[in-house]
Structures are given as C-alpha cells and as structure tokens.
C-alpha cells in the first residue's frame, strides 16, 4: 500500500503544469478603523489589486484553525501546505536555518529578542527600538564573545536581523520542553525557563545560566539590555516541496526566518533581497527557471505590530504598485495572501482570518476590490491554511482527476 497522500498521488510530477507565483503578505489580516469601519486593506488606496479582484477568485483563509493565533512559522507551513498541528517546529528552528547555520541531529535551536528591560527587569521594549542591524550585531557579538558554553554546552549565537538573533546549544540530553522567557507583553518580567519534563530538565538550566550571564555582560547597554528567548526546537525532516507536489521552488525572502521555513521543506533560496523592490527584481531575473516562487514582503506585519494604521496601508500600496510587473511576467497563477492578521488596533497576531486571492484563466471573479468583506463572500469561501495549495495545484492544472 502508498503511504503516500491523496494529493500526493494527484499531483503530476513531471514538466507539465502552469508556474506558481505565491505572495505572501505578512501580518495582512486587519480590523476596521473604528471612525471609518474599514481594515487597513480596504483604507488603502490599490488599484492593482482591485483591478486584479475583477478576474479573481477571492476567500477568506482561516491560517491553522478556528481562535488558534499563528506564529509565522505555521501560518506559512500552512500556506505551503503541511499541517501545522502535526508537523509544527521550533521558531528557533527556521532562524537557524534561515542564517545559514547548519543543525546537528539533538541541536536545540531558540529565537532570541533583544530587549529593553528597566533596572527592576520590568520589559519596556520587547525589540529594543528596532534597533539597526549593525547595533544588534554589535550586542550580539558582544555577548557570543563572553560565552561559548554553558555547563558543557556548547552556545553558539547569529544575529539574524535588526533586534533578532538565534541561539544554538550542542550537546548531550537537551529538550525543547521549556518554557518561553518572552511573556509577549510589555509591563512584565520575562518567564523563568522551567523545564516541563524531566527530559527537557538540563536545557532549562543551561538557559537560566545563560541568561544570568546575559544580564550581566549587557548591564551598561542603555537600549538592548536583555534577551528574551522563545521558540526552542529541534530539526526534523519534512518532505520537499519536489516531493510532495513535483515542483521545483525558489524563495525569495528578505528575513531569515522566512528563507528558514522555506529552506525547510526544500526550496532553493534566493540571494537575500536589501528591499522590496530588489525582492521584484529578483523574480523578473529568475523568472523561469522554477515552477514556483515565493515572495516574502514583512513591512505589512511590521507596521501592524508598530498599531501604525496609515504605515500598513503605504506598506499595502507599495506592494500593490509593484504588482503589474510581476503580471507582466505572466505566470500561470498568482496567489496573494498572508501568513496571519496583524491588525493595527491590536499590534499582535490575531485568529482573524486572511484576505486571500487566486488569479489564473480558471477563476469566477465575484467582487470589484479586494479586501476583508469582499473576500468573506468571495468564490472561494472559507479555505483553511492547509487547502490552499490544492487549489493552487488545480489552478495550475497540476492535478489529475480523482477516480474514474
């Protein structure tokens, strides 16, 4: 018997078939502005993307399940298809990954924050300003200078980009069962890394050590004074993208994280993007030489955990101005949605679900703009994050028929 999936044994696994070009909108989920009733989708000024709605097949996409807030590794190991509840992995997985860092079978991987913390270790910042790259580098370094072990294990740290960095332990009996120091909230202390099984006993002390020392080494910085670590994880093996649907795959991300997930589950990555306009240009050079392309745009979510309203919409309108260029390469299917909701009002993640579009010659185009309410009643219904890629699939006439 195939212990492979239905939509495995589906999928045509040679040359034939349209090319993909998949766009995720980070955090594009929003809620209505409370004086005009309209989410910052709908507030911004896009006419590409309401021209596109035309010839569109719109929906709403529910990331992992009903009340669930993703993170941005299982809202895109959704969007790509692998089921986030039974395949779910460490954030700090996809970082290291995602920095180049090659995991070790038993390697724990955790995402770090640098953050401000007042004298009482109250947080007052939980990304340091967004402080620059070079200025989280140079803390970063800081830090991986003093320490390179803890209690036998081996500490590796890479800074990944702006206030994030990745923390890597090597060494004998490590779990992941450890509770996150990030308590995702201002006005807090950080949590105490307790272990939750007798397994995961060791990493926990190891973090605390670590964190002690932390203190200490980064007591005379005024702005990145502590870390908050979250998202520990050890590297499984994932089918391929190549495997699972035939397909040949390239990402192109700005973030490591990002390029982690997509490395993941087996695409080729990219040079990384300085901008969203190097990130177009990346696809107009590479432009067939692979049957699906990722693109990764951040600022929608970056704004949206800023609650800056009119800085998600410009973010939304720069995406949108750069959408006839990627038409104009004339890919089989465009899909544009995201990985969760970041509304402004709330500046977090959320459960709502995710505008979500798919452009091909086998649409039925149901709204003039696209946005929150028009994808509510859109052709495509409610899609959960998982069954997104077998709609892609069949627009791209990638799928067999089923039965006789």
């Known amino acids: 018997m195939s212990s492979s999936s239905p939509l495995q044994d589906l999928v045509f696994h040679g040359k034939e078939g349209g090319t993909i070009v998949f766009v995720v909108m980070d955090g594009l989920g929003g809620l209505p502005h409370p004086k005009t009733g309209l989410t910052e989708l709908e507030s911004a000024n896009t006419p590409n993307l309401d021209g ?10 529910l990331p992992v399940g009903s009340g669930i807030t993703p993170g941005s590794g299982p809202g895109h190991l959704a969007l790509f298809g692998y089921d986030p509840l039974t395949s779910n992995v460490g954030r700090g997985v996809l970082s290291a990954l995602g920095v180049g860092f090659e995991l070790q079978a038993g390697d724990v991987a955790a995402r770090i924050n640098l953050a401000t913390v007042d004298e009482k270790g109250i947080v007052l910042d939980r990304r340091a300003g967004r402080i620059s790259d070079d200025e989280g580098r140079r803390v970063v370094n800081k830090v991986s200078e003093a320490i390179d072990s803890v209690d036998g294990v081996d500490i ?15 060494g004998e009996n490590l779990g992941v069962d450890v509770a996150e120091t990030d308590p995702q909230l201002v006005g807090m202390k950080a949590i105490e890394p307790e272990a939750s099984c007798e397994g995961s006993e060791r990493t926990a002390k190891v973090v605390k050590t670590f964190l002690e020392r932390v203190d200490d080494i980064l007591a005379d910085e005024s702005v990145a004074n502590a870390f908050l670590i979250r998202g520990f994880g050890i590297h499984s093996g994932y089918s391929t993208f190549d495997e699972r649907y035939g397909l040949s795959a390239l990402a192109i991300a700005k973030y490591p994280m990002y390029r982690g997930v997509a490395k993941l589950v087996g695409m080729e990555i990219a040079s990384t993007p300085s901008s969203n306009e190097d990130t177009v240009k990346t696809l107009e050079s590479s432009f067939g030489s692979h049957d699906f392309y990722f693109l990764h745009f951040k600022d929608t979510d970056t704004r949206g955990h800023d609650e800056d309203f009119e800085g998600k919409m410009a973010a939304i309108e720069e995406i949108d101005a750069m959408l006839p260029r990627i038409m104009d390469l004339n890919p089989d299917v465009l899909v544009i949605t995201g990985d969760h909701a970041t509304p402004t009002l709330l500046g977090e993640h959320s459960w709502h679900h995710v505008p979500t579009m798919i452009h091909s010659k086998w649409t039925r185009p149901s709204a003039d703009t696209f946005g929150e309410t028009t994808c509510r009643t ?17 627009h791209a006439l990638r799928l067999n028929k089923y039965g006789a």
């Open 378 to 394: 859109g052709d495509l219904g409610v899609i959960k994050g998982i069954d997104l890629m077998p709609l892609v699939l069949a």
């Open 52 to 61: 596109l709605s035309r010839q569109s097949s719109l929906g709403s996409l």
């Open 156 to 170: 590796t740290l890479v800074h990944e980009k702006e206030h994030r960095a990745v923390l890597i332990m090597r």
